[in-house]
């Protein structure tokens, strides 16, 4: 983690949040998916939530984006209730770029096409559409596969080629979705530093959901732990990782993620 987060540079402003949500509850049917959830992002905080797979990480994320809709509670981006914004709405006014697990990206098309078929959707400035995708072709290393089709990429070159492409919106939160899913050793350590250098560059809000506890508390500031439907620990990294809670629920006693 040391080797990580060393360079962040911590701001002494009241730290703002950027997303809230206030008693949320969420059911499919008889079955309860969020139990009375609460929590809060921050402006500028790179957030981890984490927990087994189907325990509601992405739903979280759903809820977020207005994809879906919770049965009681509030949701808020900066300090605004977001519930009666339709999901295309809600991502455009409040900023918010989104990476899947899976795919987010046009198989046949080459890296270059793909970043600019979203730009003619999203860059509303013309004139600024191939700078910016210049950028950030730049930025992700990805100059020599300008012109390879995105179903020939390793899963480290899509990863950063969807990423790319949510930033095209110059979002002012970046939701990822296990986004440590399926990586090799290297090339998680090379998202992890893509994602602080995002963070320290840009002052992005970056909210991680994984199951992978060590790759995840990398790179975050905070990070929570669901279980059972509920919120069972929240806290720094290592607070996370003494935490009795979060030791009975996720991590077990041996657990290091040093």
Same mark, same amino acid.
């Given at each position: ?5 060393? =360079? ?19 059911? !499919? ?18 957030? #981890? ?9 992405? &739903? ?5 984006? #207005? ?5 009681? #509670?509030? $949701?808020?981006?900066?300090? &605004?209730?977001? +519930? ?6 809600? &991502? ?18 080459? +890296? ?5 078929? $979203? ?17 950030? $072709?730049?930025? =992700? ?23 790319? +492409? ?9 939701? %990822?979705?296990?986004?440590?899913? @399926? ?14 250098? +995002? ?5 992005? &809000?970056?909210? $991680? ?13 905070? @990070?929570?732990? %669901? ?24 991590? #077990?006693?041996?657990?290091? !993620?040093?």
């Amino acid at each position: 983690m040391g080797l990580i987060k060393k =360079f962040r540079i911590k701001s002494h402003k009241k730290p703002s949040p950027i997303i809230s949500f206030e008693n949320i509850n969420l059911s !499919y049917g008889s079955r309860l998916i969020l139990d009375n959830i609460n929590f809060k992002i921050n402006e500028g905080q790179i957030f #981890g939530m984490l927990g087994p797979n189907g325990v509601g990480k992405s &739903t979280i994320f759903n809820l977020i984006t #207005g994809l879906i809709q919770p049965n009681s #509670g509030k $949701i808020k981006l900066n300090n &605004t209730d977001v +519930l009666d914004y339709p999901i295309y709405l809600r &991502t455009k006014k409040f900023h918010i770029g989104y990476v899947p697990q899976y795919g987010g990206y046009f198989n046949d098309l080459t +890296l270059y096409q793909n970043l600019k078929a $979203i730009a003619e959707i999203v860059i509303n400035d013309k004139g600024n559409e191939d700078y910016k995708i210049n950028s950030l $072709i730049s930025k =992700f290393e990805l100059e020599n596969l300008k012109n390879v089709k995105a179903k020939f990429l390793s899963g480290g070159q899509k990863k950063k080629l969807v990423i790319a +492409l949510s930033l095209l919106s110059d979002p002012k939160v970046l939701l %990822l979705d296990e986004c440590f899913a @399926a990586l090799d050793v290297l090339t998680i350590k090379m998202l992890q530093e893509i994602i602080v250098n +995002l963070q320290k560059e840009s002052n992005i &809000t970056i909210c $991680i959901c994984d199951h992978q506890a060590r790759d995840l508390l990398a790179c975050v500031d905070k @990070a929570m732990i %669901l279980s059972n439907c509920k919120i069972v620990a929240e806290g720094s990294p290592q607070e996370l990782v003494n935490n009795i809670d979060a030791k009975s629920a996720y991590f #077990g006693d041996s657990f290091n !993620y040093k």
